[in-house]
């Protein structure tokens, strides 16, 4: 699902897909059409979104993709909410992991989580020229019963600036 927002002055436009469109982990069919159909898209058309929000995979991501034109996308996977088993993710130098494809060129890993559950927490704030989107992701503990006084640590922090 893609969502464009306007408040007076300002625009942006994020995606927000249910299945990752592109991810990092280990369980992963890395290449199958259904992760990189947005991606093809973007790439095609030359039309970028500010952010792009996914869950779906228990872990969390952040991570960018530069693109051709200069323009760098920042990823989000936000998927370690509640499921018990946590997705580890890859790395390159891992055999079972390719990254053969043109689509992987201008990828940088920026953050991740795969121990610990967690949410994300979004913020997003009028400023002089534009908008300004405070995400931050928060670990909890794995207990099988966490108590009312069970803190959430924060892991990731990041901030974009929509014009």
Do not use: W
Not at 47 to 68: E, L, M, T
């Amino acid at each position: 699902k893609s969502v464009p927002f306007h408040l007076t002055g300002c625009q942006g436009y994020f995606i927000l897909p249910f299945q990752t469109i592109q991810t990092l982990r280990m369980k992963s069919r890395f290449n199958s059409p259904q992760e990189f159909g947005l991606i093809r898209v973007f790439e095609e058309t030359g039309i970028r979104p500010d952010i792009v929000f996914s869950g779906h995979v228990h872990n969390y991501q952040r991570f960018s993709k530069r693109y051709a034109d200069g323009k760098v996308i920042p990823y989000i996977v936000a998927g370690a909410g509640g499921y018990d088993e946590l997705h580890p993710v890859a790395f390159t130098n891992d055999e079972r992991f390719s990254t053969d494809s043109a689509l992987m060129d201008g990828i940088n890993m920026e953050s991740f989580c795969d121990n610990k559950h967690g949410f994300l927490k979004i913020a997003i704030e009028k400023a002089s020229k534009g908008l300004n989107l405070t995400g931050e992701y928060y670990t909890i503990p794995h207990d099988k019963n966490p108590d009312s006084n069970t803190e959430a640590t924060l892991a990731d922090r990041f901030t974009l600036a929509i014009s």
